[in-house]
């Protein structure tokens, strides 16, 4: 069972549409005891990440995920902003992130480049793996996914990027360490290719 947490952010229905139509169980929950009880933990998420972070601390879920995820060691995958959270930090506001990720979030273009692209990225990009994993094992060749994002991943240690992608420059577009893996782009908007991503997930 996937417990997608419920913070107040993102389109939890489009996530357990996708993850139910692939025969997964989920739940949507911020209960703590649902949380405890998943074999698996999905944070999602859409807006700014101060508004993440204060609605994680409001509905008192910090402490109930640190310890399923850094204690317990429960597979989990961020979306879009779930993912970024899980980072140190990010120039779009001036709360720390959960910091389970050696990462900051730095908007498109803000350093050292500068350019002409509009900013949101919005669309379907192509992807490249940077190592294997079985997060990403078996896609469809060729893999793309729909990306709504005006702020990317900054990976300190280069071993936790996952999959990049490029818009203006090569970005990185996935990490994972450990049992955490964060996604900036949307599996569950990405047809095929979100399918087979979400399914080895679950079979994590």
């Known amino acids: 069972m996937i417990a997608i947490v419920d913070y107040g952010l993102g389109n939890l229905g489009s996530i357990s549409n996708m993850l139910r139509k692939i025969g997964v169980a989920c739940i949507q929950t911020s209960d703590p005891v649902d949380i405890s009880r998943a074999s698996h933990l999905l944070l999602p998420g859409v807006g700014a990440f101060d508004n993440g972070m204060a609605n994680l601390e409001r509905m008192g879920l910090i402490d109930i995920l640190q310890e399923e995820v850094l204690n317990k060691r429960k597979p989990i995958l961020g979306i879009c902003l779930g993912a970024q959270l899980m980072a ?13 990720i050696a990462a900051d979030i730095i908007r498109f273009f803000s350093r050292p480049h500068a350019s002409s692209l509009p900013v949101p990225h919005m669309g379907w990009s192509q992807v490249r793996p940077v190592k294997e994993s079985p997060l990403i094992a078996d896609l469809p060749p060729e893999p793309r996914f729909y990306f709504v994002h005006s702020y990317h991943f900054l990976c300190a240690d280069r071993d936790d990027a996952l999959l990049s992608a490029d818009y ?9 360490r450990q049992n955490v893996y964060g996604v900036q782009f949307h599996p569950e908007k990405s047809h095929k290719f979100g399918m087979k991503l979400l399914a080895n997930f679950a079979g994590l």
């Open 168 to 176: 203006g420059y090569s970005f990185t577009a996935a990490f994972s």
């Open 88 to 100: 140190r930090g990010s120039e779009e506001g001036t709360k720390a992130g959960l910091g389970w």
